[in-house]
């Protein structure tokens, strides 16, 4: 067995931490453990480019009132705080790096068809049950509402739901800051490193086990044989570029069939999503999918029936029974996992939980 202290020397206060899986809970918790002074190493089966996460492939929306319409409270409230931390972070990597990370935070419209009027009054109705203090947050629009949001959409919808605070961020390009942050501030990468499994102090790979004064556990729904209970639930989005959609903000569509959404990118690029299937194949984007995505975006804008599809992309959201994050902690261990659909929503929560968790822990075995 190798020690850390191969990879790194300590200095005094600093840990030695390794981090298993770097997509977004593994940069998100190497960068902010770097800036606290400590020594990281992040190992992952894929490159640096993290094409293995399922943070890649996310829409990335922060949608804490569209989300909480059939979820916990808990994704609401831990997603408000979200709304509040990502600029401040992101200011601050783009400070670090030089890059630029396009977000908004113009809110959401959500809209139906005019058959479809009932699945939208459902999701206000549990709203209305989920979330009554924040009502505030849930305006209902008619159609010259909609036009000065959205003008292009306004010929098509008579009515719908404007939620102000919501927003998205553009995850490539976070991902990439983050890789530049992490290795600006020291942290070694290890790529195309499969972690066999994780213990105490030990990252074990194939070859070598490795000691740390610390082991995270972030890598997903590659910590299945370690985690009970742990399951993948299949999404698949679409990229497409449409040069005559000029949307501001991201839109929903209330569907009783085929929910869909579309989160705005840079460059009249946007993501499609997504589908949720309970499965763990990770097989390409289907035929079937792809006709229900694409028609019901047509339905939403004609202006993307001109646009051209420029990837297709599958991959399962790592969930617990309970569909809710965890973060478990024993001396040498920090367990991270479970964000299902609300990655980018619930892990600035979960982040500022497990350094707190961590420091403490830290601190209880120097006491000792
Ligand atoms: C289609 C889709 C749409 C989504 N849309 C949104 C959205 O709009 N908003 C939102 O908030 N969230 C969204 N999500 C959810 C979000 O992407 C996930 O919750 C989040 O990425 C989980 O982060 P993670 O770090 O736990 O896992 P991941 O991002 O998957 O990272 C895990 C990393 O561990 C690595 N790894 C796994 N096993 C091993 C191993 N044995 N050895 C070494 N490395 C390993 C992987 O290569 C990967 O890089 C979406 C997800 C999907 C699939």
Same mark, same amino acid.
């Given at each position: ?62 949608a804490p009132y569209s ?40 809110g959401s419209v959500v ?12 999701f206000?109705?549990?709203l ?6 924040h009502?505030?947050g849930v305006e209902?629009i ?18 719908g739901l404007f939620l102000a605070d919501e927003g ?69 989005? $679409?990229? /497409?570029?449409?040069? =005559? @959609?000029? #949307?501001?903000r991201p839109?929903r !569509?209330?569907?009783?069939? %085929?929910? *869909? ?62 569909? $809710?994050? /965890?973060?478990?902690? =024993? @001396?040498? #261990?920090?367990?991270?996992?479970? !964000?299902?659909?609300?990655? %980018?929503? *619930? ?22």
């Amino acid at each position: 067995m190798n020690d850390a202290s191969d990879i790194r020397h300590p200095t005094s206060g600093s840990l030695n931490i390794g981090i298993a899986g770097a997509g977004l809970l593994g940069r998100l918790l190497a960068w902010k453990l770097l800036q606290q002074g400590h020594h990281v190493s992040l190992f992952d089966r894929g490159s640096r480019e993290g094409e293995l996460s399922a943070a890649r492939v996310a829409a990335s929306m922060l949608a804490p009132y569209s989300e909480v319409a059939s979820a916990e409270r808990q994704v609401f409230d831990w997603g408000l705080m979200a709304l509040r931390w990502w600029p401040e972070q992101i200011a601050l990597l783009e400070q670090q790096t030089g890059q630029t990370i396009h977000y908004g935070m113009a809110g959401s419209v959500v809209l139906a068809h005019d058959l479809d009027k009932s699945s939208l009054r459902h999701f206000e109705q549990q709203l209305q049950a989920k979330v009554p203090d924040h009502l505030d947050g849930v305006e209902r629009i008619d159609r010259e509402r909609l036009r000065s949001l959205e003008p292009e959409l306004a010929d098509r919808y008579s009515s719908g739901l404007f939620l102000a605070d919501e927003g998205y961020l553009d995850n490539w390009a976070l991902l990439l800051a983050l890789e530049i942050a992490i290795s600006k501030l020291g942290g070694k990468w290890y790529e195309h490193r499969e972690v066999v499994s994780v213990a105490p102090k030990r990252i074990v790979l194939s070859d070598e086990t490795l000691a740390f004064d610390w082991v995270v556990d972030s890598r997903g729904l590659g910590a299945k044989a370690q985690l009970p209970g742990l399951r993948g639930v299949r999404g698949e989005v $679409l990229w /497409v570029h449409a040069p =005559e @959609v000029n #949307l501001q903000r991201p839109v929903r !569509l209330m569907h009783p069939r %085929y929910k *869909l959404y579309i989160s705005p990118r840079p460059g009249n690029r946007y993501v499609i999503g997504a589908t949720e299937i309970e499965s763990e194949s990770m097989q390409p984007v289907t035929v079937r999918s792809t006709l229900e995505l694409m028609s019901a975006l047509y339905s939403v804008h004609s202006g993307f029936a001109e646009a051209s599809l420029l990837h297709a992309f599958a991959h399962c959201r790592p969930a617990m029974p309970d569909n $809710l994050p /965890v973060l478990n902690g =024993e @001396v040498g #261990l920090l367990t991270v996992n479970g !964000l299902y659909r609300h990655g %980018y929503l *619930l892990s600035p929560q979960l982040v500022e939980q497990a350094l707190a968790m961590l420091a403490e822990q830290t601190a209880d075995s120097v006491a000792v």
